[in-house]
């Protein structure tokens, strides 16, 4: 049974930086995608960063190069390292990974991040 368990959120003050963990278990081989999504109250889950096994990444507008998304395939670990959070980065983030570049994701349970002003 794949299993995704985060760690790493907090609360901090607008500024700081925070880094999220997510490490996969439960799998028999290197999952092709790795990333991070977030949800706010209210609102839908949005993609914040993503890196296939070879190495692209992609990230979402808001990020503007304030995130940095890294994996470890051997670990089967991705990180999301977080610098200048604003109030708007308050959201539950949530580690997804899928095994092959089509297909079903495996989830998270959903990490608390609190940006205060």
């Known amino acids: 049974q794949v299993q995704l368990v985060e760690s790493g959120g907090g609360l901090v003050q607008a500024g700081e930086s925070l880094r999220l963990s997510c490490t996969v278990s439960?799998?028999?081989?290197?999952?092709?995608?790795m990333g991070w999504y977030r949800q706010a109250p209210g609102k839908q889950r949005e993609l914040v960063a993503a890196?296939?096994?070879?190495?692209?990444?992609n990230y979402a507008d808001f990020v503007r190069d304030r995130f940095t998304i890294s994996r470890d395939n051997a670990k089967n670990t991705v990180d999301l390292q977080m610098n200048s959070l604003e109030p708007e980065d308050t959201a539950v983030y949530y580690c997804?990974?899928?095994?092959?570049?089509?297909?079903?994701?495996?989830w998270g349970q959903g990490t608390q991040v609190t940006v205060s002003s």
């Open positions: 890196t296939t096994i070879g190495g692209y990444t």
């Open positions: 997804s990974a899928r095994k092959y570049s089509i297909g079903n994701s495996y």
């Open positions: 439960g799998t028999g081989s290197t999952m092709y995608l």
